[in-house]
């Protein structure tokens, strides 16, 4: 790390480590979860011909999709190699924890009983496959959230294993997550003091945009922030931490710069409107700083630092940004551009590790 890094990036990457909050690791292939599949599953997957789950969320050739050097040669999908994972993320960035984010197609199973089989199958070969191989890793617990009833089993059958640190969701849902239909997720989770995760991606049966479907890649993508605020609005204004007051929401790989933006139109709109929601008790922007916790990639980095900081600034909370690389997704090229420039040492210091530490169970 050349001296120029470590005085506008003050985030002693070598000396003390990081915990990246979003990294991907992927099913090489629907045949290697057939170990942890009843014999009834098996069955099923093969006599419907069906060949995976692979989501299209990060298409094979879009430049965003794959840093280079992370295409495996085996031909499985980038992040299925677990060495391949240590030598270009947790080496290198001197890993304290990474989280891993599997985004198989689970949720996109109408059937809702194999979903939860392909959901179960999925966590145990995490189980096996990584955790139990590599002690700097924890994961996030798959869940098929279209039955909440049994997404909660799911979280109580492993909810007290110390390598899933956190339920994850997909923000494109069939409905708004504040809806009491997920609060048996809510419920389970609290309980474990575990986190949601809600992750770009999710339910293709529906428009990605409100106003209907995009022509183009670009539009989806850069669409899930309006995803992500839809999905902010709806738990604070539904209650759910009302009803679940040490739930923590953990948004992964949504971007952060549309947030104080947000947060002062739901202030202002919630004063004019509080009689209609009578148990939201104080600034929705309080609330949202108490429980939302938000990744730094993909970062929309401002053409002047400065106003980047300003943004930053804006959130009011040194504690609710995470650092993560979101590999093996493509949004940096080197370790300097990774985090904003010109961060604070305690605010640098607070999202390379501590805020993480406070939402997690490190």
């Known amino acids: 790390?050349?001296?120029?890094?470590?005085?506008?990036?003050?985030?002693?990457?070598?000396?003390?480590?990081?915990?990246?909050?979003?990294?991907?690791?992927?099913?090489?292939?629907?045949?290697?979860?057939?170990?942890?599949?009843?014999?009834?599953?098996?069955?099923?997957?093969?006599?419907h011909g069906i060949k995976g789950l692979e989501p299209n969320y990060y298409p094979k050739g879009a430049a965003l999709s794959a840093r280079p050097g992370s295409e495996l040669s085996s031909g499985h999908p980038p992040g299925s190699d677990l060495d391949t994972l240590r030598r270009q993320v947790l080496d290198p960035w001197n890993v304290q924890y990474a989280i891993l984010n599997c985004l198989y197609g689970v949720q996109m199973i109408h059937n809702e009983d194999w979903a939860q089989a392909m959901a179960s199958a999925v966590n145990d070969w995490q189980l096996v496959e990584w955790l139990d191989k590599e002690p700097r890793l924890r994961a996030s617990m798959v869940v098929a959230s279209q039955n909440p009833e049994q997404a909660a089993?799911?979280?109580?059958?492993l909810g007290r294993h110390p390598g899933f640190v956190q339920v994850l969701l997909l923000v494109r849902s069939e409905m708004l997550y504040g809806k009491k239909h997920f609060w048996p997720i809510y419920e389970a989770a609290q309980q474990y003091g575990l986190p949601v995760g809600?992750?770009?991606?999710?339910?293709?049966?529906?428009?990605?945009?409100?106003?209907?479907?995009?022509?183009?890649?670009?539009?989806?993508?850069?669409?899930?922030?309006q995803a992500f605020q839809s999905q902010i609005v709806s738990l604070i204004t539904e209650g759910v931490?009302?009803?679940?007051?040490?739930?923590?929401?953990?948004?992964?790989?949504?971007?952060?710069?549309?947030?104080?933006?947000?947060?002062?139109?739901?202030?202002?709109?919630?004063?004019?409107?509080?009689?209609?929601?009578p148990w939201v008790d104080r600034l929705p922007s309080e609330m949202i700083r108490e429980h939302f916790r938000l990744t730094i990639q993909p970062l929309d980095e401002a053409p002047v630092p400065e106003h980047l900081l300003q943004t930053m600034?804006?959130?009011?909370?040194?504690?609710?940004?995470?650092?993560?690389?979101?590999?093996?997704?493509?949004?940096?090229?080197?370790?300097?551009?990774?985090?904003?420039?010109?961060?604070?040492?305690?605010?640098?210091?607070?999202?390379?590790?501590?805020?993480?530490r406070a939402v997690y169970r490190f």
């Open 1 to 47: 790390m050349d001296e120029l890094m470590m005085r506008e990036h003050p985030t002693h990457f070598i000396q003390t480590g990081v915990i990246d909050c979003d990294v991907h690791h992927a099913v090489p292939s629907i045949q290697a979860l057939f170990p942890y599949l009843t014999d009834r599953w098996r069955d099923y997957i093969v006599e």
């Open 198 to 225: 809600i992750h770009a991606g999710g339910m293709t049966g529906y428009p990605t945009m409100p106003v209907g479907w995009p022509s183009y890649y670009l539009e989806d993508y850069v669409s899930h922030a």
């Open 241 to 277: 931490f009302q009803r679940f007051p040490a739930l923590r929401v953990v948004l992964l790989e949504s971007g952060f710069t549309w947030l104080p933006a947000l947060m002062w139109r739901l202030d202002k709109n919630w004063k004019g409107l509080r009689r209609e929601v």
């Open 313 to 356: 600034a804006q959130l009011r909370s040194d504690d609710m940004l995470l650092f993560s690389t979101d590999y093996p997704h493509w949004h940096f090229d080197t370790k300097e551009e990774a985090l904003p420039a010109k961060l604070p040492p305690g605010l640098a210091k607070k999202i390379l590790t501590e805020n993480a």
């Open 153 to 157: 089993e799911e979280i109580h059958r």
